[in-house]
């Protein structure tokens, strides 16, 4: 409309075909309309063909058919199925009555009557087998409780089946995940004794997400692609599944505006037809209980147009999505199924459809630091794209990124940046509208940069040139922690070739090994750590005499070198609040075992377990608020990065050095454990408005990250050799490689020149972006030339995921360290003279080691006080007071335990995978003290390794911690011994000592009570428990099984994972039993499996005589006894066969002890009685 008031109408968009969804119309839509009435209706109709298939493949017919519907919306096309069903037997009728009339012999006539008379007595036998609940409304419950609700949803009406005769057909709308199928529905129709069981969908098999309507957002739910998922693996296929993930990954760098998204996914189903992934779906449905044969039939999708011709919309069958936004967020559906992640597929805002009101960013800067900057800054909604200046050659590089929907792109920029009026940075930020500056490199701090672009009132995330001298003089820096008590080592400084004497003098006379240091930037080289004092004068000559630094080393301090563990800990500041990111350890020399020169870092990981939260608050308040208090009491202002590298000192942390900047290789690994907006945290920072509680990590998880180096770093080394295997490293989950020493061929580099923040300069860059060069070609360019970065629960799975990730990467002359997170390494104390005298240390025992582990180990004994029990307050935390009296027992006596975990550790080190260990150790004494009808009060743990690994440590307590919490009892003292010589190399054990308190009138078990006829219970088991590995392991050894392999029984967890389920715990609901006076005993199912943890308790003159087929032997037993060949006999002797605590009860008490142990969340299972033994008979038979 023009101000004239004159208007035109004109279009815009190309309309897309006219797609109704066929799948809604199905599932949810009023059946009393009259359309949708008639076309479910022939939906039913439709499937009678393939129905009388199925039956014929069967040898069956209609006559010995039961038709039936699963109670829902499946009722009119049920109907219509039934009328088909009529409408066939009266089209068979009239074809018999029409040959009958003309037949010409009597024979022929005989044969035809006898052919109708058979059909005249066939009925459609039509039934409500099934009846639901319809209280209960499964479809609306979160998925935690809604498979326990389908279990108690549905029933059946009994009488409707002949049993071993009939076989029943069951008409569903439809079957997405299959789960309530398996745990109701067919164990439910299975009880009336049908010989077949065939179920029947109205609509198609769902193989693809919705992103429209329903929330079916996550394709491993869905029962078709699990399906098809097992036959690739099956048949050898597995590398398409590699393949789709590879190229789904690339299909999310397309930008949505280029209007061609390809669904890869649909690759996942090609290989095999329909009927081969019904087949499928049915071998996975069918319980293992299940004694009818299953078939599952499923509309086909050119039937479901016949039925529904208006509603053309099929993607959930087809993956033929109306728009391209639709395939894209398929293809992100897939990466999140193969990354383990349970994130939403859809709900993010397009990256197009925010331009207008995002920002662009500049990152300075060209290391792996820098990108690892500019991949977090570009996920933020605020961000239009990220310029880096100068870059590398994985910015904005296929591939190089994540990718995610709705990051940001990230743009190379070649810029001069020189000191001291950066010139080129100022006309550009200005040029480009840029909201947001991130320098990484000291060097343009130092030279001033930020003073420069904020007098041009550009905003910059870096601190001005005289607080950023923090780093650039380590003079300086030292003065300044003299003057504001911040606690560092001792030192002197010394200045010129004139002070050569004085500063070798001073080796000569102190008291303690020294370190020499550079006073200026020297890009991380300018730190000697010297092996001896000759060493260390030379060091002093090259710097002061030789010049060897430069300028850097015209001052030079030497401190007194300190003995712990190092760490870094970087804060973010506006000058006032601090932020602390996750602290972190990195790598500095170049080799393993912190061998060879100092380098800039060769890893890093985070969290560092020796940072615990008593320890970080500390550092605050020791370190970082007097430091950022300080410089601003003193006029420069800090408002940027403080980086904080610390020696954990048994007299508290101690500062080694400041740094103005985010860390190197530090950024990399902290940075992926964020969950928050890093753009927002920045900005907020350079605004003055920092909330101290800004920064948000992930629970639970770690980051571990590995630099690929050239060879002969960090001396000479060559360049420009080709690097292979990027993608495929970017095809282990969690996995980041951020580019530092890379240069990439011109071709497919996206660079922009006078792109604006606007609309248009947003759609000019998405353009450019779109571009993707098949024959890119990425070469080193540097000393470090990657940072491998993967995520994990946990330092183990984040290591593994780094390793696997760095050895799929190869450029000619690489090296990197083996060695990274690996705690008991990377925590040593540094450079023991060979000269040293005989010390604890030297004899392989690291007593600050200990003391480390104890301080992390505390917070964690601290969360599971009691009533009437506390720690000593000493030192280590060895011991522990426990009033008896407050307690109200009124004669109360001690019941112990000792237990140890057994060879389930050497899965468990094999699995680098420890708190289910500690949680076991647990379960294993508190079990034993409740079996006594004691209430479980104190634990004490000890560790025991030939070298302490502080991650194993704290790992292990975690999970004792944990489980004490679930047994109701305190971690007392935990103790950890280093004992050199007695286990192999990586080998250790844990044992626990635990006290409960019972009445003096009433342990358990009581034998003189117990008679014929007492019923026994048991309560079933997480698994193996700990229990039986001595055999597991020497027949898996023999067979060649891989723990890390996925379990044969359960592709979704390795076959490691599965063995170390943690033990349950029993102690309250056996506990609350027993005050109760309802038991007479119980034997918790351990070492010597059923055949000896019953038999423990009972008398002489009686015998536990169990029936097997009282409760369901899990998969992982079921396995075992097979691959392995292991008798039932010898199963019985060995595990616990599903069964972790049996209880003696008399059959008078059965009913209320069963409902008290469901209070208690327990699924109790009657597995036999107690009768008369014979002499010579054994204490237990399982029949």
């Known amino acids: 409309i023009k101000r004239s008031g004159a208007w035109m109408l004109e279009r815009i968009l190309e309309p897309l075909p006219f797609k109704q969804c066929s799948f809604e119309r199905i599932y949810f839509s009023r059946g009393n309309d009259g359309r949708i009435y008639r076309e479910r209706e022939q939906l039913g109709r439709l499937l009678l063909k393939p129905l009388l298939r199925t039956l014929d493949k069967l040898g069956r017919s209609l006559q010995d058919t039961v038709l039936s519907f ?214 996975d449905v069918r319980p293992f209980d299940c004694n009818a044969h299953i078939e599952i039939i499923y509309q086909t999708v050119e039937d479901l147009h016949k039925a529904l011709p208006e509603h053309a919309g099929d ?86 990124s994540d990718g995610d929907l709705g990051t940001a792109p990230l743009v190379q920029k070649s810029l001069e940046i020189k000191a001291p009026l950066f010139e080129e940075v100022v006309n550009f930020c200005k040029q480009e509208n840029v909201h947001l500056v991130v320098v990484g ?85 300018g730190v000697i750590v010297p092996q001896s004092r000759e060493e260390a004068k030379q060091a002093v000559r090259d710097f002061l005499e030789k010049r060897t630094m430069g300028s850097a080393g015209e001052q030079i301090v030497l401190e007194q070198r300190l003995q712990g563990y190092e760490c870094s800990v970087l804060a973010l500041t506006d000058g006032e609040r601090i932020a602390v990111l996750p602290p972190a350890q990195d790598h500095k020399r170049a080799f393993d075992g912190d061998e060879g020169p100092n380098t800039g870092g060769m890893g890093a990981f985070a969290p560092t377990p020796t940072v615990d939260d008593g320890l970080m608050h500390r550092i605050k308040q020791e370190v970082l608020r007097p430091a950022v208090d300080g410089l601003r009491a003193e006029g420069r202002k800090f408002v940027g990065c403080l980086f904080a590298g610390l020696m954990i000192t048994a007299d508290g942390p101690m500062v080694i050095e400041f740094n103005c900047r985010f860390g ?83 071709s497919s580099m996206p660079t922009t020149n006078g792109l604006n923040g606007t609309m248009p300069g947003m759609n000019r860059l998405t353009r450019r972006n779109s571009f993707r060069e098949k024959s890119q070609t990425i070469v080193s360019s540097g000393g470090r030339v990657l940072a491998v970065t993967a995520v994990g629960k946990g330092l183990p799975e984040a290591r593994e995921r780094a390793y696997v990730a760095v050895r799929s990467i190869h450029f000619s002359g690489s090296f990197y360290r083996r060695d990274i997170a690996n705690m008991s390494q990377a925590s040593e104390v540094m450079g023991r003279s060979a000269s040293s005298p005989a010390t604890y240390l030297s004899a392989g025992v690291d007593l600050s080691m200990e003391q480390a582990i104890s301080t992390s180990i505390r917070p964690l004994m601290q969360k599971t006080l009691r009533e009437g029990c506390e720690e000593d307050g000493g030192p280590h935390g060895l011991a522990g007071l426990c009033s008896i009296s407050m307690l109200n027992y009124k004669e109360p006596t001690l019941v112990s335990s000792t237990n140890a975990v057994g060879t389930k550790l050497k899965i468990a080190m094999v699995m680098e995978c420890f708190d289910t260990v500690g949680a076991d150790l647990v379960a294993l004494c508190a079990n034993d003290i409740a079996a006594r009808g004691a209430e479980p009060q104190l634990l004490m743990a ?39 010589g007695i286990f192999t190399a990586s080998g250790f054990d844990v044992t626990g000592f635990a006290v409960g308190v019972a009445e003096r009138s009433s342990p358990l078990p009581h034998r003189d009570r117990m008679c014929s006829g ?49 033990s349950r715990i029993y102690s309250k609901p056996v506990v609350a039993l027993a005050r109760a006076g309802k038991l007479k005993g119980a034997a918790p199912i351990a070492s010597g499996g059923l055949k000896q943890g019953i038999p423990r308790i009972l008398p002489q003159e009686l015998k536990a005589h169990l029936k097997a087929e009282k409760w369901e032997l899990p998969a992982v037993f079921r396995w075992i006894a097979w691959k392995f060949g292991i008798p039932c006999h010898e199963m019985v002797a060995t595990f616990n066969c599903g069964i972790g605590m049996t209880l003696v009860v008399a059959a008078d ?35």
């Open 70 to 283: 699963i109670p829902n919306t499946s009722e009119l096309a049920f109907l219509g199925l039934t009328k088909e069903a009529q409408d066939h037997l009266d089209r068979q009728k009239d074809l018999l009555c029409k040959e009958m009339a003309s037949c010409g012999d009597h024979a022929t006539m005989q044969a035809c009557a006898a052919k109708l008379q058979k059909i005249l007595n066939t009925k459609v036998r039509t039934e409500k087998v099934i009846h639901k609940d319809a209280k209960i409304r499964t479809f609306i419950q979160e998925d935690s409780s809604r498979e326990h609700l389908t279990m108690h949803a549905y029933d059946v009406h009994y009488g409707t089946i002949k049993r071993g005769e009939d076989c029943v057909v069951a008409f569903d709308d439809s079957i997405v995940r299959g789960n309530t199928l398996k745990n109701a529905i067919l164990r439910t129709i299975d009880k009336m004794g049908p010989t077949h069981i065939v179920v029947v969908s109205s609509c198609p098999q769902i193989r693809y997400p919705d992103v429209y309507g329903i929330d079916m957002a996550k394709l491993g739910d869905l029962a078709a692609f699990k399906a098809a998922i097992s036959l690739l693996r099956e048949r050898n296929m597995a590398h398409v599944i590699e393949e789709v993930y590879r190229d789904c990954k690339q299909e999310l760098k397309v930008p949505l505006k280029g209007g061609k998204i390809v669904n890869h996914v649909k690759r996942i189903y090609e290989p095999f037809t329909p009927e081969e992934i019904s087949a499928r779906i049915a071998q």
């Open 315 to 400: 993607w959930y069958f087809s993956g033929d999505y109306p728009t391209v936004g639709g395939a894209k967020v398929c293809c992100r559906a897939f990466a999140l199924w193969m990354e383990g992640s349970s994130q939403r597929c859809y709900g993010v805002n397009s990256a197009m459809s925010m331009a207008r009101f995002r920002k662009p960013v500049l990152v300075l800067g060209s290391g792996g630091r820098e990108h690892a900057l500019a991949t977090a800054l570009s996920k933020s909604l605020d961000v239009s794209c990220v310029y880096c200046a100068p870059g590398n050659g994985g910015i904005g590089a296929p591939g190089a």
């Open 1149 to 1183: 008490d059965v009913p209320s002890v069963l409902k008290s142990l469901r209070e208690h969340h327990e699924e109790p299972v009657v597995i036999g009685q107690l009768s008369p033994r014979s002499e010579g008979d054994d204490h237990l038979f399982v029949e």
């Open 942 to 980: 000890n560790f025991s390794a030939p070298k302490l690994d502080a991650h194993q440590v704290v790992s292990v307590n975690q999970g004792i911690a944990e489980a004490c919490t679930e047994a109701g009892c305190m971690l007392l003292g935990s103790k950890t011994a280093e004992m050199p």
């Open 1014 to 1062: 007492d019923v026994i219970i048991g309560l079933p088991s997480s698994g193996l428990h700990s229990n039986g590995f001595s055999l597991l392991r020497s027949s898996a050894e023999a067979a060649g099984v891989k723990y890390r392999a996925a379990a044969p029984f359960d592709p979704t967890r390795t076959l490691g994972e599965v063995l170390l389920t943690p």
């Open 441 to 525: 490199p000291e060097r343009m701090l130092a030279d001033g940069l930020a003073d420069v672009l904020q007098s041009h009132d550009i905003p910059i995330f870096g601190p001005g040139k005289s607080a950023a001298e923090i780093e650039s003089s380590k003079v300086f820096a030292k003065a300044f922690m003299q003057r504001h008590s911040i606690p560092t080592a001792e030192h002197r400084s010394f200045e010129g070739k004139e002070s050569l004497q004085e500063a070798l003098d001073y080796i000569e006379s102190a008291p303690h090994d020294v370190v020499v240091k550079a006073s200026g930037l020297a890009a991380g080289k």
């Open 664 to 746: 190197d290789p530090e950024t990399q690994a902290v940075l992926p454990l964020l969950d928050c907006d890093l753009y927002e945290v920045l900005a907020s920072c350079v605004q003055g408005q920092l909330s101290e509680d800004a920064v948000k990590v992930m629970p639970n998880t770690s980051s571990v990250s590995v630099v690929m180096a050239s060879s002969g770093y960090p001396g000479s080394y060559d360049s420009g050799h080709v690097i292979s295997g990027l993608e495929r490293a970017r095809c282990v989950p969690g996995v980041c490689v951020y580019h530092a020493g890379t240069t990439a061929t011109a």
